[in-house]
């Protein structure tokens, strides 16, 4: 990831080759899509970036944990 700019600051909001997931999928008016993301062993409120600065890796499909009372109930 890169820098990105927040509140008219350029930071850094999470940090460079953090492994992260993707919780949202937006637009700014111009259509431009950014990405509400979030570190992979975390569930913080997402952090906003362009496309742009983003790095992509391999890009893996990861279903989400299976609802642990769920998972009690067979039991």
């Not at 820098?3 to 850094?12: A, C, D, L, R």
């Not at 997931?21 to 990405?35: F, L, M, R, S």
């Not at 983003?54 to 893996?60: A, H, M, N, P, R």
Request: hydrophobic residues 25%; aromatic residues 8%.
């Amino acid at each position: 990831m890169r820098k990105t700019v927040s509140g008219g600051n350029t930071k850094e909001l999470i940090p460079i080759g953090t492994i992260c997931k993707i919780k949202e999928v937006c637009q700014e008016d111009d259509g431009t899509p950014y990405y509400g993301i979030t570190p992979i062993d975390r569930e913080d409120v997402p952090f906003y970036y362009l496309e742009k600065e983003l790095e992509k890796g391999q890009i893996v499909w990861v279903p989400d944990a299976p609802d642990k009372n769920e998972e009690q109930k067979g039991r």
